[in-house]
C-alpha cells in the first residue's frame, strides 16, 4: 500500500532535447517539444518555461514549487542538472520513493549570425569604454585667435606706448575759473544802505560756454594773439597733438576744442578751464585772453539786457511826449488867434462888467423912484435919471450879445464857439501831460529795475602758470587705449565662436 502511494505521487520525468556531451555521459531520451523562449522582464536574458505537467498530490507541487524557486541561479543550458534537495521532515521511504526532478533542458533555436542551435553561447568580450572628450591639442582657429590678439592689442599698445614717450611733445595747462554774478537790491532802503544780494545767472553762463566754444571766440583770439602759431610750435615732430598751419579755420576750432576744456556746474553755475600749451606762458596768455573776452561779453549782454527791458518804456515815454507837444502847440496857435491867454478868464471879467452894469441899472431905477415921488415931472434930474437907465440897458444889451450866437469877441468869434475850443484843447493838454507822466515814471522803474540786475563776471580763479608739463596723460591715454582694444578684440572673438556654434 505505501509502495502504490509512493507511487501515485512520482512526478513524472519530462522528456529533454538532446545535449552534446563530450565527457562520455548517456545523452537523455527526447521528449516533447517545448515553446520557444520568452525573454524576461529586463529584457536581458531569456528564461525559458517549463513543459512540466502539474502534478496531482500535493508533495509532488511543494517540490515542483522548489524546483521553480531555484530558477534564478539555474546553469547554463547544456549543463548537467543536480538533483532537487529533498524536503524537511521526509523519511527514507519517501526519499527513496520520490526521484530528483530533472530540469529540462530545451532545444535552443539558431539565430542568424549567432552559435548554432544546442550549442552553449560564447562570453561576450566587453568593448573598450571610449572617452568623453578628445585630450586638447592646439587647432586653427587658436592660433588665429592668438594672431589676431597680438596684430589687434598688443601691437597698437605697444605703437601707442611709444609714440606717446619717445615722440609726444609735453603741454602744459593754465587753468582759471570764473562765473556770472547778477547784483539785485532788494528794495529802496537796500538801495540808501548799500545792501545788496549776489545771485547767479545760469541763463548767461550757459550763453557763455557756447561763446567759449564758438569761432567767433577763435577768430578773435587768433587774430589779437596768432593762436595758429601758438599750436603749431611742435609741428611736424608731434603730428597727433600739434596742429598743422595750414588748417583751416574750422580746423582750428577742432584744435581748440581739444586745447580748451571747460567744466562747467550747472547747479552753481561755477566754470572752470584748462588751456593747454606746449609752453607754460602760451597757456597763461590764452587763458588770459579768454578771461578778459568773457568780461566784455557778460558786459554787453548786461547793457542789452538793460536795453530790452527798457526799450518799451522808453519808446512809450517818447510818444507821450510828442503827443504832448501837440497838445500844447494847438493851445498856443488858438491863443495867438484868439488873442486871449485865456477865455475863461477873459470871459469872467465879462461876466463881472455886465454884473457891474446891471447893478448900476438898478441903482438908477431906485434914483428914478425916488426922483418922481418928491420931485415934479419937469425935474431935470427926473430926465437925467431915464437917459442914463437907457445907456445902461443898452450896455447891457451889448455885452450880452457878445456872448450870443452872433456876438464876436476879442479875436472876432463868438464866446461859446472860443470857450468850447478852448475848452478841448486843455483836456488834451491835460490827458497828454498825465499820460506823459505815466510813461516817465515807468521808465524810470524800468531803468532802476536794469540797474538792480546788472551781471558782472566774477573770477575766484585767476589765470595759474604751470611749472611742469603735466599733459599728454601718458599712462592714463594707455590704459584707456589698451582697454579699449581688448574690448573690441573679446567682443569680436565671442561673435566668432558663437557664429562657428550656430553652424
Keep these: 500500500m505505501t509502495k502504490s502511494l509512493h507511487e ?138 592668438l594672431a589676431s590678439f597680438a596684430a589687434l592689442v598688443v601691437l597698437p599698445v605697444f605703437l601707442t606706448a611709444s609714440y606717446l614717450w619717445l615722440v609726444a611733445v609735453d603741454q602744459y595747462a593754465s587753468t582759471v575759473g570764473f562765473s556770472v554774478r547778477t547784483e539785485e537790491v532788494s528794495s529802496s532802503l537796500g538801495i540808501l544802505g548799500g545792501l545788496t544780494r549776489l545771485s547767479g545767472s545760469s541763463s548767461d553762463a550757459d550763453i557763455l560756454y557756447d561763446y567759449i566754444h564758438s569761432q567767433e571766440l577763435v577768430e578773435f583770439l587768433d587774430d589779437e594773439i ?115 491867454v485865456d477865455p475863461v478868464a477873459d470871459l469872467q471879467g465879462q461876466m463881472g462888467v455886465l454884473n457891474s452894469l446891471q447893478a448900476q441899472l438898478a441903482e438908477s431905477y431906485v434914483e428914478l423912484d425916488l426922483l418922481r415921488a418928491t420931485a415934479t415931472e419937469t425935474d431935470p434930474r427926473i430926465t437925467q435919471t431915464e437917459q442914463r437907465i437907457i445907456v445902461i440897458q443898452r450896455r447891457i444889451a451889448e455885452e450880452r450879445q457878445k456872448f450870443g450866437e452872433n456876438g464876436q469877441g476879442p479875436g472876432g468869434e463868438d464866446y461859446a464857439t472860443m470857450v468850447a475850443e478852448f475848452e478841448r484843447l486843455s483836456v488834451d493838454r491835460e490827458f497828454a501831460e498825465q499820460t506823459y507822466h505815466t510813461a516817465l515814471a515807468a521808465y524810470d522803474v524800468a531803468q532802476a529795475e536794469a540797474q538792480r540786475k546788472s551781471r558782472y563776471l566774477a573770477a575766484h580763479i585767476m589765470p595759474t602758470v604751470a611749472q611742469k608739463a603735466e599733459y599728454p596723460a601718458r599712462w592714463t591715454l594707455l590704459g584707456l587705449t589698451a582697454f579699449f582694444l581688448l574690448m573690441a578684440w573679446s567682443i569680436g572673438v565671442l561673435i566668432y565662436y558663437s557664429i562657428r556654434d550656430r553652424r
Excluded: C
Aim: aromatic letters at 4%; a positive charge; charged letters at 25%.
Design 8 to 145: 501515485s505521487n512520482r512526478v513524472p520525468e519530462p522528456q529533454v532535447a538532446p545535449v552534446s556531451n563530450p565527457g562520455g555521459a548517456v545523452p537523455p531520451q527526447p521528449g516533447p517539444e517545448v515553446p520557444p523562449p520568452q525573454k524576461d522582464r529586463e529584457g536581458s536574458q531569456e528564461r525559458p518555461p517549463l513543459a512540466v505537467p502539474l502534478p496531482e498530490t500535493a508533495v509532488a507541487r511543494s517540490t515542483l514549487r522548489r524546483m521553480v524557486g531555484l530558477t534564478a541561479g539555474r546553469p547554463p543550458a547544456g549543463a548537467a542538472v543536480s538533483p532537487a534537495r529533498p524536503l524537511a521532515g521526509d523519511g527514507a521511504a519517501r526519499e527513496s520513493a520520490i526521484p530528483a526532478p530533472v530540469r529540462p533542458v530545451l532545444k535552443a533555436e539558431a539565430r542568424p549570425g549567432g552559435p548554432p542551435a544546442g550549442t552553449a553561447p560564447a562570453p561576450s568580450k566587453l568593448s573598450a569604454v571610449r572617452p568623453v572628450a578628445a585630450e586638447a591639442a592646439m587647432q586653427l582657429r587658436h592660433r588665429g585667435i
Design 226 to 340: 596768432d593762436l595758429k602759431a601758438i599750436f603749431s610750435k611742435a609741428w611736424p615732430n608731434d603730428p597727433i597733438f600739434a596742429f598743422n598751419p595750414d588748417g583751416s579755420i574750422e580746423d582750428l576750432v577742432d584744435h581748440w576744442e581739444d586745447k580748451v576744456k571747460i567744466t562747467y556746474d550747472t547747479s552753481s553755475g561755477l566754470m572752470t578751464l584748462r588751456v593747454l600749451a606746449f609752453t607754460a606762458e602760451d597757456a597763461t596768455l590764452i587763458a588770459t585772453k579768454i578771461l578778459e573776452r568773457s568780461t566784455e561779453k557778460v558786459n554787453l549782454l548786461s547793457q542789452d539786457a538793460r536795453e530790452d527791458a527798457t526799450r518799451y518804456t522808453r519808446t512809450e515815454m517818447e510818444r507821450a511826449l510828442e503827443r504832448l507837444k501837440e497838445a500844447r502847440e494847438a493851445l498856443t496857435k488858438f491863443r495867438m488867434q484868439s488873442r486871449v
